[in-house]
């Protein structure tokens, strides 16, 4: 398994691979340990929930690794009292974006309530080559979330006529 990978694996708390990592094959003699595109599958143990990046795992171009998840027991979440007005619809998928992830949130009840204090936020980051488009916070406000921001990638294609 990749090192930097079974590092995490074996320091995580809440975490479970969803089986063995793909790695795609090279076709190069290049000195890269990881091929671009190889990629690994976690999810988050019972009680626990994601608070940090994908569950989906990705090597970049670059060789580098795509933000790790962090999985948080459910008891260990911000429970604040409403800051007036009516509380939003809360589930785990609040937490993701396509090619980004949350990175910084307040405010949000127990999972087990389904709901999100009047006030609450979450923060987006993407990964690297996506540029945030929108907003980087949504925030919770009469029992509804502001819009939430999409990652855009760097690398545009260009059309040739």
Not at 64 to 76: F, G, I, K, R, Y
Not at 79 to 88: D, K, L, Y
């Amino acid at each position: 398994m990749f090192p930097y990978l079974e590092t995490f694996i074996s320091s995580a708390t809440g975490l479970k691979s969803n089986g063995p990592p793909h790695l795609l094959p090279t076709y190069d003699d290049s000195n890269l340990l990881v091929p671009s595109g190889s990629y690994a599958v976690f999810s988050c143990m019972s009680g626990y929930t994601n608070m940090g990046g994908s569950l989906n795992v990705t090597c970049s171009p670059t060789g580098a690794w795509s933000p790790l998840p962090n999985c948080v027991s459910v008891t260990q979440m911000t429970t604040v009292p409403p800051i007036g007005g009516s509380a939003c619809p809360y589930s785990s998928s609040i937490l993701t974006i396509p090619n980004g992830y949350a990175s910084n949130l307040n405010g949000l009840m127990v999972s087990t309530a389904n709901q999100a204090a009047s006030g609450s936020f979450v923060d987006y980051q993407c990964i690297p080559h996506y540029t945030l488009s929108g907003n980087s916070r949504i925030t919770c406000a009469s029992g509804a979330w502001s819009a939430q921001p999409m990652c855009i990638s760097r690398f545009k294609k260009r059309i040739r006529f």
